[in-house]
Every structure is written in C-alpha cells, then in structure tokens.
C-alpha cells in the first residue's frame, strides 16, 4: 500500500487498529469525538479558537485525526480552565484512543503516563 494513495478509506483500512471489529472501532471513535466535545462544551467558551476547532473534531475521519488534534484541545482547555485541569482532562480522553490507534501511535501511550510505567524511557 503506498502513502500516496488518493483515496483517504484505503489509507485509513491499512491504519485500523487491529484489536478492534468495524463497528467497535466505530462505536469507540464516536465516544471519543463526543467526550472531545464535551470537554469544549462546558459553559465556558474562548472563542473562535473553540468554534475552529469543534468543527475540527466533528470533521476528523478516524482516530488518527482525532489523536492529532489534542494539542488543540490541550491548548482551548489551558486558555479557559488553567493548565492543571486541562491536563487532567486530557488524560482522561488520551485513555480512550488505547484500542482504536495503529501501533505505532498506540505504543506511545505508556510512555506518556498512561499505562505501564517505564522509568528511564522518558527522553
């Protein structure tokens, strides 16, 4: 499969996370998205900066596009709640990516804190 292939689905079907059936990667990218959203949707509100990026999440094809968009998230969070809730709250949406993440990306979960504990890998 090249990377350069057009077609976005044939991309995405050789990034599926392997733990995980069609329909329950679906159901738990859509829990994600929701508890993206959720996070935004709290009341508070900074913004453009917010609107730009709910429609970000509502668009993101799979969980690679939601993953990506964390930092996003991170930041609109720090900007209204402070960075120590932020955070917490990002942990807590970081955790639910743990079955429906290629490898690669997935593997990186327990060196953030997230999982096992692997001291001295932190570099």
């Known amino acids: 499969m090249s990377w350069l292939t057009p077609n976005p689905t044939a991309r995405a079907q050789g990034l599926k996370s392997p733990r995980l059936g069609d329909a329950e990667q679906a159901v738990t990218i859509e829990k994600i998205r929701s508890s993206m959203l959720a996070a ?5 509100s900074s913004g453009d900066r917010q609107h730009r990026l709910e429609r970000r999440i ?3 094809e799979d969980a690679q596009g939601l993953w990506a968009l964390r930092g996003d998230l991170m930041a609109v969070l720090a900007s209204v709640h ?7 709250k990002l942990l807590q949406l ?6 429906v993440l290629p490898q690669g990306l997935a593997s990186g979960l327990d060196h953030r804190g997230h999982g096992k504990s692997h001291a001295g890998n932190d570099a």
Not at 40 to 44: P, R, W
Not at 82 to 88: F, I, P, T, Y
Not at 94 to 99: I, M
Request: aromatic content about 4%; glycine content about 10%.
């Open 40 to 44: 935004l949707d709290d009341g508070s």
């Open 58 to 60: 509502h668009h993101a």
């Open 82 to 88: 402070g960075e120590e809730r932020a955070v917490k």
């Open 94 to 99: 970081t955790s639910l990516f743990r079955d």
